[in-house]
């Protein structure tokens, strides 16, 4: 859909004003010179310190000229190392309700301007207007130099045929921005997000999930690496989109080289907490089950009351009464009375094993949480053989490990953990011969 035209598309002799310089002030340079620490590279850190200047320039220049328009850099791309150390734009700003995106230029005679792919093609990164501005750093000054619109750069971008270059950007044409920031502020107060709509469905690429990612990925430790060189663009873009996995390359590319294994060892892990889909414990709380909790297949179980009952292995329900009862007595644990459960019995390398799964959400917390308690046994009530491990990770590692020990344990494991309502966890059985089984996540939506 295009726009509606506005007074100044309609106007051919719409005056273009000379671009205003922008004076940077210490304070700026300063912070700039700090975010840009931040990165592993002496180049990363280059391109950070000026789209840095970019950010805090643009948003002197938009204070200074339309005070009246509200302009959020709180989730902009340059302030989070992750985004900074594979985006050279500045992304996810808002001015009024609009996303914008800052793209530094070179010199004003530069005949073509650098556009990345994903800030075009990826819709976590697309933004309304794409504004350029040149940083010269050594005068502490910025210039808006001009402005693309997304609808009108993708319609040049299919209209021209212009092609990707192998290290998934775009070599614009200047001649294709709009040399008047006027005009930008312009749109900016008279138009409206629904007149300039983005693609809200995941591109092609982003909805790739190649299955060798996992083994790619590790490849990218040294930060000197570009992405470009080991991934092709499918696999680009399903990191990209992805900030779990940006974080987790960041951590990578500057964590102590003795940290290295143990971050490479949770990729399985959170490359499965956002590929797969979740058991929706949430609906356990309905009397529910989603399907694929009944695929796998998880029984739900009636309301428990810990209180009333005496431990035996034979009734999954009493059984879990039981141990809940135990649990309460031997820890600070409270199981509320809305907490509800269901258990899957898993004949996993010639062990049956039987898996509750208890949940409740926490009503006290200011932001709405939910608790997750597993509780690990076998299905005859014999214990669990020694060495038996129960795992659980999230996106930022293992949050926990219990193994199961006849001198230490009642011949259960259980763990318990807490998240915010779109958190994801993530359980792993072990067996004493490190046999491994990693459950579906478990999410509470």
């Not at 794409?130 to 209209?159: K, N, P, T, W």
């Not at 270059?165 to 749109?187: F, I, K």
């Amino acid at each position: 859909m295009t726009a509606p035209l506005l007074a100044a598309d309609m106007l051919p002799d719409f005056q273009t004003l000379p671009a205003e310089t922008i004076e940077l002030e210490a304070d700026q340079i300063d912070r700039a010179w700090q975010l840009s620490r931040l990165l592993p590279t002496e180049a990363k850190q280059w391109w950070t310190y000026l789209n840095s200047l970019a950010l805090f320039s643009f948003e002197q220049w938009l204070a200074d000229r339309a005070p009246d328009l509200a302009f959020d850099a709180q989730q902009g791309s340059i302030l989070q190392p992750k985004y900074a150390n594979v985006i050279d734009a500045v992304g996810h700003l808002r001015v009024g309700e609009f996303r914008v995106c800052l793209l530094v230029a070179g010199s004003l005679w530069d005949q073509h301007l650098t556009l990345l792919r994903a800030v075009v093609e990826l819709p976590e990164w697309l933004a309304h207007f794409y504004v350029v501005v040149e940083v010269q750093e050594e005068l502490s000054q910025a210039m808006i130099r001009g402005f693309l619109r997304h609808d009108q750069l993708v319609q040049q971008l299919q209209a021209q045929d212009l092609p990707t270059e192998s290290d998934w950007t775009y070599a614009l044409p200047q001649t294709w921005l709009d040399p008047d920031p006027n005009r930008l502020l312009l749109y900016l107060r008279l138009l409206t997000p629904a007149a300039l709509p983005l693609p809200q469905r995941p591109s092609q690429a982003a909805a790739t999930q190649p299955v060798d990612l996992v083994a790619l990925l590790p490849s990218l430790q040294s930060p000197d690496t570009p992405l470009w060189q080991i991934l092709s663009w499918e696999q680009g873009a399903t990191l990209l989109a992805n900030p779990e996995l940006l974080d987790w390359l960041y951590r990578l590319q500057t964590a102590p080289a003795e940290r290295a294994p143990a971050l490479v060892e949770q990729l399985g892990d959170l490359l499965q907490l956002f590929s797969q889909q979740a058991v929706n414990v949430g609906r356990w709380l309905r009397d529910e089950l989603d399907e694929l909790a009944q695929a796998l297949p998880w029984v739900l179980l009636p309301p428990l009351n810990p209180a009333l009952r005496t431990r035996s292995f034979r009734a999954p329900t009493v059984e879990a009464e039981s141990i809940l009862r135990e649990l309460e007595c031997t820890t600070d644990m409270t199981i509320p009375a809305q907490a509800r459960g269901a258990y899957q019995d898993i004949p996993f390398a010639q062990v049956a094993l039987r898996l509750y799964a208890i949940t409740w959400p926490l009503s006290e917390a200011a932001v709405p949480e939910w608790t997750l308690l597993l509780i690990l046994g076998s299905q005859s009530g014999a214990g669990l053989p020694d060495g038996t491990k129960l795992r659980v990770s999230d996106r930022t590692g293992l949050l926990i490990e219990r193994t199961a020990s006849r001198d230490l344990g009642p011949g259960y494991l259980f763990v318990r953990v807490v998240g915010e309502r779109r958190e994801k966890f993530l359980a792993t059985l072990t067996l004493p011969d490190g046999t491994a089984l990693t459950l579906p996540p478990f999410s509470c939506c």
